[in-house]
């Protein structure tokens, strides 16, 4: 069977885009506001306070909030230690920004010994519900796992010739990877079901906090409400590929929460990824 | 004495190529002409549903971008079904990495691997196995309705290699079926 479009699809995407069109007449190349501001001031005024109480009484300059500094200062939290009859529960929702579609829904129980259940519900329907890490063992043939988060080196260099690697085995084309290439490689932290260490996770935003175009979005909240800082890297606005995308961090813990991709004037999310983690007793109840 | 150019000597811009190159308002009707043309061919490669999103974007991108179509060109249907294929694979390289989670754990491979899989088993696998390129020039003709010379012009290239690509295709699918087809 071929796929085609309903008459009422077809009548309904075209005033879509007749809208989108007027969009772009009233309002062209519209921006993603950068909410840059408040964090700044926090920052300044911590580095101005640092100024006035120089023990050496030589001033040195007040740092201003950049995506570079944010990144360099996560201090990302240890993962929670498990007592016995205890879990590490993780779900990740990948949802469209818009509209009623319950996208992805996946979750993760893993207990001291790493054993426990992951569930996959798509569009509202249970898919899978196995023991945990059964998953990984049915790829079709041929097929490379996913690596780890966990097996990412530390050491600079190391790690920035491994995400390298994985960066351009994304990539169509030859070309090195961009900026918003390494945060896409970056976003397996949000998805990551046994729970990225913080030994990575501070390795891997200091290695973002070095590559050119990274912007600092600033204070935000996620799709879920839950205040963090969100840094970001644009794509090409003329272009399919012109996706912006947003990796939003708990400035508390250090951990990620969310990443967000744009669509069309990386003004508007399209994608939402969002994580929850948190410490259960049972392999039914979902992390808060 | 003046020289003048008998009005009917002039070129005359295709209502396309008009619409293109005149006010941004007109580009409406740049979308009315085709847009079910360029959806039907998307929901084709990428099934209804993504069809329906990226076709928004095609016509986005060729609203940024109107000023470049040649106004040689009587349609702008090639073009725009160029702008299709290359959000076809641009869509597809985003959704590897999006939805790489989706993949693994629900295990149908890759979303929208190449062609929807939803229709002749061997067609799909035929058409899976092509090279990419070969492919997308290939479905440009049979699926885009589009003449050589129009595939060329959408993907912006010589016309002999859309001859040889096409060839190649029809060539590698039809061993692939066994010359049943």
């Known amino acids: ?288 | 004495m003046a020289v003048t150019i008998p009005i009917d000597a002039a070129p005359v811009p295709s209502p396309d190529a008009a619409d293109l190159a005149g006010p941004p308002q007109r580009f409406h009707a740049v979308v009315d002409r085709h847009f079910d043309a360029v959806a039907g061919f998307l929901a084709r490669r990428v099934g209804p549903d993504t069809a329906e999103d990226l076709a928004q974007e095609v016509f986005v991108t060729a609203f940024r971008k109107r000023g470049k179509f040649d106004a040689r060109y009587e349609s702008a249907r090639p073009w725009l079904l160029g702008i299709a294929t290359r959000a076809v694979a641009s869509h597809r390289r985003a959704e590897r990495r999006q939805l790489q989670l989706y993949q693994r754990v629900v295990n149908e491979g890759a979303p929208a691997e190449h062609v929807r899989a939803d229709f002749d088993p061997d067609l799909f696998a035929g058409l899976t196995a092509l090279a990419r390129r070969d492919r997308d020039a290939f479905l440009l003709h049979v699926w885009g309705d589009l003449a050589y010379e129009d595939v060329a012009h959408a993907l912006d290239i010589p016309l002999g290699t859309v001859r040889s690509r096409i060839h190649r295709a029809r060539r590698q699918l039809t061993a692939h079926l066994g010359g049943a087809r």
């Open chain 1, 1 to 288: 069977m071929i796929d085609t479009l309903t008459d009422e699809q077809l009548a309904s995407a075209r005033a879509r885009t007749h809208e989108r069109v007027n969009d772009l007449i009233v309002t062209p190349r519209p921006r993603r506001s950068r909410k840059l501001p408040a964090l700044a001031l926090v920052t300044t005024a911590a580095a101005a306070a640092a100024v006035a109480f120089a023990p050496s009484g030589a001033p040195t300059r007040p740092e201003i909030a950049t995506a570079k500094t944010v990144l360099r200062d996560f201090q990302p939290q240890p993962l929670p230690t498990l007592g016995a009859g205890e879990y590490y529960a993780v779900r990740v929702v990948q949802r469209k920004a818009k509209g009623d579609d319950e996208g992805l829904d996946l979750r993760y129980w893993a207990n001291a010994d790493d054993k426990g259940r992951e569930v996959a519900i798509l569009h509202g329907k249970l898919r899978t519900d196995d023991p945990l890490g059964a998953a990984a063992k049915r790829l079709p043939p041929g097929a490379k796992p996913l690596p780890a988060m966990s097996e990412l080196p530390t050491e600079p260099k190391a790690l920035a010739a491994e995400l390298r690697e994985r960066a351009m085995g994304v990539r169509l084309d030859k070309r090195e990877p961009t900026t918003r290439d390494y945060v896409l490689v970056a976003m397996q932290m949000v998805t990551d079901e046994r729970g990225t260490p913080p030994e990575v996770l501070r390795a891997v935003f200091s290695f973002l906090s070095g590559l050119p175009g990274m912007q600092l979005v600033g204070n935000v909240t996620d799709p879920l409400g839950r205040p963090g800082v969100a840094v970001a890297a644009d794509g090409d606005q003329d272009s399919h590929e012109g996706i912006g995308v947003e990796l939003i961090v708990n400035p508390e813990t250090g951990r990620p929460l969310a990443f967000i991709h744009y669509r069309d004037d990386v003004s508007k999310p399209w994608l939402q990824t969002i994580r929850t983690e948190g410490v259960v007793k049972d392999t039914e109840t979902l992390p808060g």
